[in-house]
């Protein structure tokens, strides 16, 4: 797990106050870490490396590795198309001005290009971009090049939000800290992988504390069983609810067997065709430990709703029941939900905390996810998108190892029995959550075939193998 910053500046501070590094001295470490990048990419000479700087510090930073690039590649081209403005971008400019580097403000060729960095804006984007910026950033993506965003994707502002355009990075070397910015799913789309660069600290040092984690590979802890004298009641007994589209609820069922759980009951009105090992009921049984519900429920007869939703024992809800009033009575309890951004406008208008469209939830999700939580402190709340917000009181985790693979019917409900299988074994809520979704995503990452092809099936084959 890593540690995710809504802004880094105070952090900065710190180095200075607290630790007596200067600025000078933070940014040799970015302009550092830029190099690594970049050497550990281009391997020739005879290379051509653009760097593209900025008015400000992050063009600074730019400059800073232009200088330290040189005599490593034969041609290095660095690219200031505004005057620039800050003093260390000053300082910056008059050291290569001394070395003899020269600059240019204006880009004629752009093939030949081996690499790409972009410097042009960084964390001080304050207004959105003029023309001059948008084709600046038209043209460097459209080189064909390995691409390095310093600090963020320029265009890319502290929100996390892209007004007109934003440079298309495969990488971001971001300075110091993670930032929520990086994070959203608008952001996801130019950022490519993103690597933490030490500017001079290590993280326990430089980083402060923080309510919001990013989730990685190896926080996944799976349901393996470590004792041998077991038998199937130790591994709780899952419900899944079958509403009127059927092949939800047995996807999840399907999912939750081979997720662990000891039983899988799907609670239909009529006889199924189903797995065999999945066992079929009209009620609850009496030794169920936790119930998913929602998923393609359609019509359900409210009282029948009701009694599922008293039983006492962990739940997790999807989809329908996220347009339902009735919801509103269950959640000051311990629950786990799982909308979609669509789903989750609804309940927000439910609950009363907003009413909001999908396109306003989606450029402030981290927004709404704290406003729900904060209402709502028992309930964790899995908010899928193309990075999973999973929040449970004050406590922010993301799961940025999606991918456009499961943006599928059926990937939901892989997800929410996974969820009611860990939940039946008695797992926590936020436990349950965590590690369904980064098996889930997971699954989804190492699938070998093409990326359009991921069906329900795959998904789960993939979780048994992780
Ligand atoms: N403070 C520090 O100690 C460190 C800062 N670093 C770098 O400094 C960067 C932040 O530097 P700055 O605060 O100078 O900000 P930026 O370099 O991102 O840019 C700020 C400048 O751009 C202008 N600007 C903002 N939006 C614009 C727009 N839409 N069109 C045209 N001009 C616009 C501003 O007026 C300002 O002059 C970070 O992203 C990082 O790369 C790193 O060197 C690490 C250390
Ligand atoms: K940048």
Redesign the pocket.
């Given at each position: 797990m890593q540690k995710i910053f809504d802004e880094v500046?105070s952090l900065?501070k710190k180095?200075y106050d607290k630790f007596s590094l200067s600025?000078d001295l933070?940014?040799e470490h970015?302009a550092l870490a830029l190099k690594c990048e970049v050497n550990n990419k281009i391997k020739s000479y005879n290379s051509t490396i653009l760097i593209v700087c900025?008015?400000?510090?992050?063009?600074?930073?730019g400059l800073a590795l232009a200088r330290l690039l040189q005599d490593e590649y034969l041609n290095i081209i660095v690219y200031t198309p505004f005057e620039v403005?800050?003093k260390?971008a000053k300082l910056q400019l008059e050291r290569l001005k001394l070395l003899g580097v020269n600059t240019t403000n204006s880009l004629r060729k752009v093939f030949d290009i081996d690499c790409v960095v972009d410097?042009l804006?960084?964390?001080?984007?304050?207004?959105?971009?003029?023309k001059e910026?948008i084709d600046i950033l038209e043209k460097i993506n459209s080189i064909e090049a390995y691409k390095i965003a310093?600090?963020?994707p320029s265009g890319v502002d502290n929100n996390g939000e892209i007004k007109n355009s934003a440079f298309k990075a495969d990488v971001t070397v971001t300075?110091?800290a993670l930032k929520t910015s990086l994070l959203t799913d608008g952001a996801k789309e130019f950022t490519g992988i993103i690597k933490k660069a030490n500017?001079g600290l290590s993280s326990s040092c430089y980083e402060n504390q923080t309510d919001m984690y990013l989730l990685e590979q190896k926080d996944l802890k799976l349901p393996f069983r470590d004792n041998i004298n077991t038998h199937k009641g130790n591994y709780g007994h899952a419900c899944v609810v079958i509403g009127c589209k059927k092949g939800a609820g047995v996807i999840a069922s399907s999912a939750a067997f081979s997720f662990g759980a000891g039983l899988v009951t799907a609670i239909v009105h009529e006889e199924l065709q189903l797995p065999y090992y999945i066992m079929q009921s009209h009620n609850l049984p009496s030794n169920v430990t936790a119930i998913a519900l929602g998923m393609g429920l359609g019509l359900y007869d409210k009282n029948e709703l009701k009694k599922i939703l008293n039983t006492n024992v962990a739940k997790v809800i999807d989809a329908d029941l996220f347009y339902e009033k009735l919801l509103l009575d269950y959640l000051n309890q311990e629950i786990v939900l799982t909308p979609h951004p669509k789903e989750f406008c609804s309940l927000l208008k439910l609950t009363k905390l907003a009413d909001i469209d999908i396109d306003t939830l989606q450029s402030n999700r981290f927004k709404y996810v704290k406003l729900f939580c904060k209402k709502y402190p028992k309930v964790t709340l899995l908010l899928k998108g193309a990075n999973v917000i999973i929040s449970q009181n004050n406590k922010v985790y993301v799961n940025c190892l999606g991918t456009s693979a499961l943006s599928k019917g059926g990937s939901g409900d892989v997800l929410s029995g996974l969820i009611v299988a860990l939940l039946a074994q008695g797992y926590s809520f936020l436990q349950s959550a965590i590690n369904a979704s980064l098996a889930h995503t997971l699954a989804a990452k190492n699938f070998k075939s093409n990326n359009y092809a991921l069906n329900p099936e795959d998904l789960i084959e993939g979780i048994k193998n992780l």
């Open positions: 500046s900065d180095c600025e933070l940014m970015a900025g008015v400000g510090n992050n063009g600074a930073d403005k800050s260390m410097s804006f960084g964390s001080g984007l304050n207004k959105p971009l003029k910026a310093c600090d963020i300075m110091g500017l």
